[in-house]
């Protein structure tokens, strides 16, 4: 197939669009060109680039006819956060595309009542951006199941992979934590350290993407959790990583009130972000229907970026 995707060269797409273009796509890929993929593949030789940028493009009411113009089969979109632009870009493809897939969040999701929590579950998003994600999420599986608009949604966890920090055992993304950790020195976790974060490796996030374009008939119209197998609890997710660090971890609890003084805000403001999620996300449904199988458990996925982190000297083990 001719598939177009918009914003491949981040996380995600460094490893669905060498997927793509091994399994024989004709991959043409949408951005500012402003970054490069976080590792090469010999299969971006084989990619159209194709430079725009979108914010400016939809001002000018041109992104959608511009996408339309390359007369993609299917369109993958990585980077829609507004529902003005998820119906802009719908206008421009009804009738022209195959296969549409948006990159959604598992955020659409605020607070859980049972977890692991399912795609079923009514949504209580909360916070601009999933509001936003879960009003596309709604506005595309209705094009799909009442106009026939060939939409998929996929929701990814916290993407996690070499080249950028992992959210961490506290919540927020210093990778100081795993420096204290990897030292023994002392770690406060918010609360009773209960509360979860659940990753996903981004080559995870790509193989769904990949098994669902391959199963089109089990995908159109649905939305799928894509997250490891298991979330964690950030005192366990602590504990784990110490180990793996040779460490037994030294952990301080503090209630929420005492453990924000204890960080910048903007890290307060991350960590809040996520405890007040809490994710906890079932995969049955995309095993179920897609055939996913995530490759990699939130500590391997975790670990694999850490030691990337090691490597480029930003977590120094000793002096
Ligand atoms: N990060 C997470 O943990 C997480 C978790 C759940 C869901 N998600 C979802 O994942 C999606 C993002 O995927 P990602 O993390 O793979 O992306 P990413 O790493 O942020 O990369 C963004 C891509 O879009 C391009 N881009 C950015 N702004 C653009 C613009 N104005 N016009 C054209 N291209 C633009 C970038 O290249 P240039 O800069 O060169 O243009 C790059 O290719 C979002 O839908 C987000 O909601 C992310």
Known sequence: MRVVIIGGTGHVGTYLVPRLAAAGHDVTCVSRARRQPYQPHAAWARVRHVTLDRGAEEA???????????????????????????????????????????????????PSVEVPATEEQPRRPFGEYGLQKAAIEEYLLGEARGNRFPATLLHPGHIV???????????????????????????????????????????????????????????????????????LTLRGYAESMAAWFGREARLQ???????????????????????AHSPNSSIAKARRLLGFQPRYRSLEAVQESVEWLVRAGTIKISD
């Open 60 to 110: 000018a009411g041109s992104f959608g006819e511009r996408i339309a113009a390359l007369e993609p089969d299917a369109v993958i979109d990585m980077i829609c956060f507004k529902l003005d632009s998820a119906r802009h870009l719908v206008e421009a493809l009804r009738g022209r595309v195959r296969h549409f897939l948006h990159c959604g969040t598992i955020w659409v999701h605020g």
């Open 161 to 231: 992979g070499p080249g950028w920090p992992p959210l961490n055992p506290a919540g927020h993304f210093n990778p100081r934590v795993f420096q204290d950790l990897a030292r023994g020195v002392e770690v406060a976790l918010p609360n009773l350290g209960l509360e979860t974060v659940h990753h996903v490796h981004a080559d995870d996030v790509a193989q769904a993407f990949e098994r669902a374009m391959a199963n089109w008939s089990a995908s159109v119209g649905e939305s799928f959790h894509v997250v490891s197998a298991a979330a």
């Open 253 to 275: 609890f503090l209630p929420w009130d005492q453990w924000k003084q204890t960080v910048s805000p903007e890290e307060a403001a991350a960590t809040w972000d996520h405890i």
